[in-house]
């Protein structure tokens, strides 16, 4: 069974940092375009960032010049360094993950991230 699991959240103050990690298993990692989105109480999903199978990478406006996002294919992980965090960036953030060979997509339970003094 694929399985994606989300770590590093929790609460952080404003201006802080964290880490997001995402470690898929039972899958072809390599094959697979990686992504974080997150959902606010009361708001719809939406893309925080996402990186291609080659290494290319896109953000939201909204976390662009402070977040990275990487992956490690031979670790099968997916990574989101956040900087300079905002109470707006308080959120469950979700991994997922989608073939770039087969019609398939994988979602994680999800990390809550918290931003507040």
């Known amino acids: 069974q694929v399985q994606l699991v989300e770590s590093g959240g929790g609460l952080a103050q404003p201006g802080g940092s964290l880490r997001l990690s995402c470690v898929a298993s039972?899958?072809?990692?390599?094959?697979?375009?990686m992504a974080w989105y997150r959902q606010a109480p009361g708001k719809q999903r939406e893309l925080v960032a996402r990186?291609?199978?080659?290494?290319?990478?896109t953000y939201a406006d909204s976390v662009k010049g402070r977040s990275t996002i990487s992956r490690d294919n031979a670790k099968n992980t997916m990574y989101l360094q956040m900087n300079s965090l905002k109470p707006e960036d308080t959120a469950v953030y979700y991994c997922?993950?989608?073939?770039?060979?087969?019609?398939?997509?994988?979602w994680g339970q999800g990390t809550q991230v918290t931003v507040s003094s």
């Open positions: 990186i291609t199978t080659g290494g290319t990478t």
């Open positions: 997922n993950a989608k073939s770039v060979v087969i019609i398939v997509e994988y």
């Open positions: 039972r899958i072809i990692f390599n094959n697979y375009n």
